[in-house]
């Protein structure tokens, strides 16, 4: 459990990075272009590492096409629709809309009837968290009436939702025998794929500017933000619930203003401060209640 804590902790940072790993690389690719190679790419680093481990087994057909329809949702829509919608919104009400991610989760895995339950802690962290992230984003609430932004708004809300569903379905499909870093692979290599379908759809050009910074950008992406992070978040799926898996949409915001608070100098203003407080409290809270849950749980097995 502890190292399943420890690689939430670090996908809170490593994808706290991305956003401007992506804002960079946009600059240069065609936003869906980006997704499919990025994502192909580290799909297909990650499978080929999970090939050379003998220990892992080859899962069968029917269980490829699972994990290749969660990867649809989780990478050709969440990553694809937030990395096209990023052209046209700004940062704070990206990271908004993003946090309502957990929310998502709580409301996929009731429709869904999950095996795994939530109870009345969990889903009043969730709402705490989100509210302390509207505090601290609180002058993005405003870009939510620029005309501008309405296409950028559409696309975050179907990166939320496409994300939010192809968690819920990775906690249900992703079997405890077959590795991490096969299912990251299978999933990542399929949402990839999706990109590059929705490249030849929407994809306005294909020009693609060599620069230096977009092709670091690129690379930090395919090998960092995709094959490390994502093979780490199956992991944390694999030992923790979905709802607190997808907690690092909370946190990631508090680690950038912290390290730009430490690091670069900037403000730290009272209402972050505040937002901040109650996150914290919220992601407590959802914590709390899985804790909770598992007590009960292992209680009702030794009852038996």
């Avoid at 990478?75 to 704070?92: K, L």
């Avoid at 968290?129 to 993005?140: D, H, P, Q, S």
């Avoid at 619930?241 to 730290?268: F, K, Q, R």
Wanted: one cysteine or more.
């Amino acid at each position: 459990m502890t190292r399943a804590y420890l690689a939430l902790a670090a996908i809170c940072i490593i994808w706290g990075t991305t956003y401007t790993a992506i804002k960079l690389a946009v600059r240069d690719f065609p936003p869906f272009l980006l997704v499919g190679m990025r994502q192909t790419s580290a799909g297909l680093i990650l499978l080929g590492l999970a090939w050379a481990n003998h220990k892992t087994s080859v899962p069968d057909r029917k269980y490829i096409l699972r994990q290749a329809l969660t990867g649809l949702a989780t990478i050709t829509g969440g990553n694809g629709f937030i990395t096209w919608g990023m052209q046209y919104v700004s940062s704070g009400l990206a990271s908004i809309i993003g946090s309502l991610t957990p929310v998502m989760v709580v409301l996929f895995s009731l429709a869904l009837r999950n095996k795994e339950r939530v109870n009345l802690m969990i889903i009043l962290g969730v709402l705490l968290g989100f509210g302390g992230l509207g505090i601290i984003f609180n002058n993005g609430w405003q870009d939510f009436l620029k005309p501008e932004y309405s296409m950028g708004i559409v696309g975050c809300f179907a990166s939320c939702c496409t994300w939010s569903l192809g968690t819920v379905l990775a906690k249900r499909w992703n079997s405890p025998d077959v590795s991490p870093l096969m299912n990251a692979g299978l999933q990542i290599t399929a949402g990839g794929m999706g990109g590059f379908l929705l490249s030849a759809l929407f994809d306005t050009h294909y020009d693609i500017h060599h620069t230096i910074h977009g092709w670091a950008a690129m690379i930090y992406l395919i090998c960092i933000g995709s094959a490390l992070a994502f093979t780490l978040y199956m992991y944390a799926l694999k030992h923790l619930s979905a709802a607190v898996s997808s907690l690092y949409t909370y946190i990631n915001p508090v680690v950038a203003i912290l390290l730009g608070w430490i690091v670069l100098g900037e403000s730290l203003t009272t209402g972050a401060l505040m937002g901040m407080a109650v996150t914290i409290v919220g992601v407590w809270m959802v914590n709390a209640g899985h804790r909770k849950m598992r007590r009960e749980m292992l209680r009702r097995v030794d009852e038996g």
